[in-house]
Every structure is written in structure tokens, then in C-alpha cells.
């Protein structure tokens, strides 16, 4: 029940093209889902955030959509760039936790040129 | 500049050997972790601490161990205890605000010799 589960795990796109990264969970408990985006050997940075009262937030040209009744959310990044090329995790945090976070397995992201 | 520094960036352990990661941060966040990272998997919670003189074990304690004397500070020891230790270690810490965002260290690199 604690699990987030990221699909896919690999993703190639075209520059301009647009990247869908998918997550589900099973605990209704969790309440922040924050995506972190990670470059070869550097630590993940958080990317967005979303909470589960809210159906879409979008920062440039990144969004996240929220089914809370399907539980399950995603990352769309609209006109992808090869800068883009990087590992992007979700992740779910239960208030009742403080502020450990659940992280998806993690979906390798290139933008071809 | 604010921020979390980790030492070193490569370190090298021997056979039997106990080796400690540097984890340091200037946010004032009250909550820090360490995360185990290994090729193309998600991120795993070694440890985590919500305030100073306490801790608790994450989902994959065995082997490490830790000490929080300082609000600044947060080192991980790897003992000889760990048989697999070959990864990449992250620290991250959180403001005590609602949200609890995490932020994330550059990371340590640890090779077995």
C-alpha cells in the first residue's frame, strides 16, 4: 500500500514532441505528489508539485494531471528538448509521515534531436 | 548560497572496511535523510532524521548507520556489515513548512576496491 509505481521505464521522444510519464498508488492517505527530475550523477531536483485537491498544475512547459479517483497522476513535458533527456521520479507523501516521501521507480527519458 | 553539500563525491572502500559520508546543510531544515541509488532503480530510504538526537531506520537500514549531533549535520557510516555497498548515496533535507518539500545533496559515489 505503500508503493508508487512508475511507468514506463524508458521513453524515447523527438525534440518538440510530448513526454507522458504515468504513476499510481494505492494509499488514499498520501496528500503531496512531487516529480523530481535527475541528471547523470547529479542529486534530483525538485521539477513540480501537486496535491490531490487540485486536477492540474502546469509550470511552463511542464504539467501534472491528478485522477483522484483512479489514483493515479502524470507528467506531461509539451515541446520536448534534447536538455529535457533526463530521469524523472515521482514520488507521494503521507502527512501523517512528515515529510518522507515514496518515490516511484524512476522513468529514463531521452529527447532525440 | 544555501544549500546541501555531500564529500566526498567518489569514495573507495576496502574489504571489511567502514567508510562515513559527509552530508551538511545551510537551509536550517530541521528533517534530513539518505537515499541508496542504484543503477536504473528508484531511490531507497536508508535512514532519516526529523530533528537533532533522534532517528529512525528507512526501508533498508542494515549495514549503515547514522548520527544526528548537529541540526547541520548528517553523516552516514557504511559499515563492513553492508556486503553490497556499491552505489550512489543521496542526502536530502526538509523545510518544516506545510508542504515539507525534500532537496537533494550532488550525491557520493561509493566503489568497493
Known amino acids: 500500500q505503500q508503493q508508487v509505481k512508475q511507468s514506463p521505464q524508458s521513453l524515447i521522444v523527438q525534440k518538440g514532441g510530448i513526454s507522458i510519464i504515468n504513476c499510481a498508488y494505492e494509499?488514499?492517505?498520501?496528500?503531496?505528489f512531487p516529480w523530481y527530475q535527475q541528471f547523470p550523477g547529479k542529486g534530483p531536483a525538485l521539477l513540480i508539485a501537486i496535491r490531490p485537491d487540485v486536477s492540474e498544475k502546469k509550470e511552463g512547459r511542464f504539467t501534472i494531471s491528478f485522477n483522484k479517483s483512479a489514483k493515479q497522476f502524470s507528467l506531461h513535458i509539451m515541446d520536448s528538448q534534447p536538455g529535457d533527456s533526463a530521469t524523472y521520479f515521482c514520488a507521494a507523501r503521507m502527512e501523517t509521515s512528515g515529510s518522507r516521501l515514496t518515490f516511484g521507480e524512476g522513468t529514463q527519458l531521452t529527447v532525440n534531436p | 548560497d544555501g544549500g546541501i553539500t555531500q564529500s566526498p563525491k567518489y569514495l573507495f572502500r576496502k574489504e571489511g572496511q567502514n567508510v562515513t559520508l559527509s552530508c551538511e546543510q545551510n537551509?536550517?531544515?530541521?528533517?534530513m535523510y539518505w537515499y541508496r541509488q542504484d543503477p536504473g532503480q528508484g531511490l531507497r530510504l536508508i535512514y532519516y532524521?526529523?530533528?537533532?538526537?533522534?532517528?529512525q531506520k528507512g526501508d533498508i537500514a542494515e549495514g549503515y548507520s547514522v548520527s544526528r549531533e548537529k541540526k547541520e549535520s548528517f553523516p552516514l557510516t557504511v559499515t563492513s556489515a553492508q556486503k553490497n555497498p556499491t552505489a550512489f548515496y543521496l542526502c536530502?533535507?526538509?523545510?518544516?513548512?506545510?508542504?515539507?518539500?525534500?532537496?537533494f545533496g550532488p550525491g557520493t559515489r561509493l566503489l568497493v576496491l
Open positions: 494509499n488514499t492517505a498520501f496528500d503531496y
Open positions: 537551509l536550517n531544515h530541521d528533517a
Open positions: 532524521s526529523q530533528i537533532v538526537n533522534d532517528f
Open positions: 536530502a533535507s526538509s523545510t518544516g513548512t506545510y508542504l515539507k518539500t525534500q532537496y
